[in-house]
């Protein structure tokens, strides 16, 4: 759920570093009492309402090799369309449910996996429905401001079709980008930074 800013300022932009990890996620940085989870590994309980699902992100660079040191946050509705958040007015979202999640990549394979679950249906500015996605935001050493873009669901063919926000990608072979595949409980989806098969972000 975006929100506007028009009372802020925007500050200055600089490169997230190699060391966005050890602010970010320090237990996976191995500096422990911090906290006593990193903030955002967890979005769901026991308790959760929906559908139990994996999400399995890589970052790719324009050579085609995973980044080793990017850090990947998502937020999400929850499987009734809501958002957990003061500014959500149309019901209350699962209390069991954060909506959000901060992961940062394996130093091995270059890939993370948030444990989540299928969020609902969420309406555009005009009403019209848009299909499940989860929104997603990327930092990573030489990226200066952060990248934003959208995982949608490979098997919602039907609601991919009537979403208004990919309607309006104009080079259409591109909606591939944003589109995770299934794989038992696993989506998976490479964000590509460059190249031919460039992930579409948005500018939000």
């Given amino acids: 759920m975006t929100h506007s800013l028009d009372r802020l300022k925007e500050s200055p932009s600089q490169t997230a570093g190699p060391y966005v990890h050890i602010g970010l996620t320090p237990n996976f940085a191995g500096i422990g009492g911090v906290y006593e989870n990193d903030l955002g590994a967890d979005l769901v309980s026991d308790k959760t309402r929906g559908e139990r699902i994996d999400i399995k992100l890589r970052v790719i660079d324009g050579g085609g090799t995973p980044l080793?040191?990017?850090?990947?946050?998502?937020?999400?509705?929850?499987?009734?369309?809501?958002?957990?958040?003061?500014?959500?007015?149309?019901?209350?979202?699962?209390?069991?449910f954060t909506g959000w999640g901060r992961r940062a990549v394996d130093a091995e394979s270059g890939e993370c996996v948030f444990g989540t679950i299928k969020p609902g249906r969420v309406p555009f500015n005009d009403g019209r429905l848009m299909a499940p996605h989860i929104t997603l935001w990327i930092v990573a050493r030489g990226i200066n401001i952060g990248l934003h873009t959208r995982l949608y669901f490979g098997d919602e063919q039907s609601a991919n079709a009537e979403d208004p926000v990919l309607a309006c990608i104009e080079h259409?072979?591109?909606?591939?980008?944003?589109?995770?595949?299934?794989?038992?409980?696993?989506?998976?989806?490479?964000?590509?930074?460059?190249?031919?098969?460039?992930?579409?972000?948005?500018?939000?």
């Fill in 68 to 96: 080793k040191d990017a850090l990947i946050e998502i937020w999400q509705a929850d499987a009734a369309g809501l958002y957990n958040s003061p500014f959500e007015m149309r019901g209350a979202a699962d209390p069991n």
């Fill in 172 to 204: 259409r072979h591109r909606v591939a980008t944003l589109i995770a595949p299934r794989n038992g409980n696993t989506y998976t989806l490479d964000i590509r930074l460059q190249g031919e098969r460039e992930t579409v972000f948005f500018d939000i």
